[in-house]
């Protein structure tokens, strides 16, 4: 077993699925793959399950009893990483948004000491393909957003493409995770910021999804919001 595992929630991602494990794990680079599904109907932990027998003991699959939140899907992952001594632990998304070429520079960045790195959209302008320019706008002043009521010096405070070295996530009371959407990634980075990790953001390309259907709505939205005003004035609960 690999000392860094990647971490990747899916639901109906059969159209990207087999492509995302395959770029994560052919390159032989010195990583494993977890998929955590939410019981997708379109077959997406299926066609997990097949490919595991070409990439055993790096390709790993838990499959959760329904759909319960991106946040949670994490959370779990986070759980049975450190259960299993991984050192560097990722979050990224299944729809090639985050580019898996860029793992391996992340990773450095943790071996280097970074805690925490942050593949970034806005560290060096906007960085964002084929988004309307609605959803950049949204994006990109919701972080302004983040900065100004919370302080975190972040750039961008959404980012889902992650890097964790362990010692984070273990001083994290994960059963008091909050949120579920973009609040989620938020407050696990003020939380780290708060506990004066230290933050990195690593510039990336952010490439909107080719296949499948995105899952952001309105609720996760407003979560984000209202969550960030949440973490602000109640963040002595935190330290």
């Not at 319960?68 to 998304?93: C, N, P, S």
């Not at 933050?199 to 939205?221: C, D, Q, Y």
Request: glycine content about 6%; aromatic content about 14%.
């Amino acid at each position: 077993m690999e000392n860094t595992l990647i971490i990747v929630p899916t639901y109906n991602e059969i159209e990207n699925i087999e492509s995302i494990i395959e770029a994560v794990l052919e390159n032989n680079w010195p990583l494993d793959l977890l998929i955590v599904d939410d019981q997708s109907p379109d077959g997406t932990a299926d066609c997990v399950f097949r490919m595991m027998k070409n990439f055993p003991k790096r390709l790993f699959l838990e499959s959760r009893t329904n759909k319960k939140g991106l946040g949670t899907a994490y959370v779990h992952g986070f759980k049975w990483a450190l259960r299993r001594e991984y050192q560097y632990i990722f979050e990224m998304d299944a729809d090639f948004s985050h580019d898996p070429k860029e793992l391996m520079p992340m990773l450095d960045l943790l071996k280097q000491g970074t805690d925490l790195v942050i593949g970034s959209r806005y560290v060096t302008g906007v960085n964002v393909v084929n988004w309307p320019m609605s959803r950049v706008l949204l994006s990109y002043f919701a972080s302004i957003y983040v900065r100004f009521i919370t302080g975190m010096p972040i750039k961008d405070s959404t980012a889902g493409f992650v890097g964790y070295r362990r010692v984070v996530l273990e001083s994290i009371d994960l059963d008091q995770v909050k949120f579920i959407g973009y609040a989620f990634q938020i407050e696990l980075k003020y939380k780290s910021w708060l506990k004066k990790f230290n933050l990195k953001e690593h510039p990336i390309v952010f490439t909107n999804r080719a296949k499948g259907k995105s899952k952001m709505n309105g609720s996760i939205i407003w979560e984000a919001l209202f969550g960030v005003l949440f973490l602000r004035f109640f963040k002595r609960r935190f330290r």
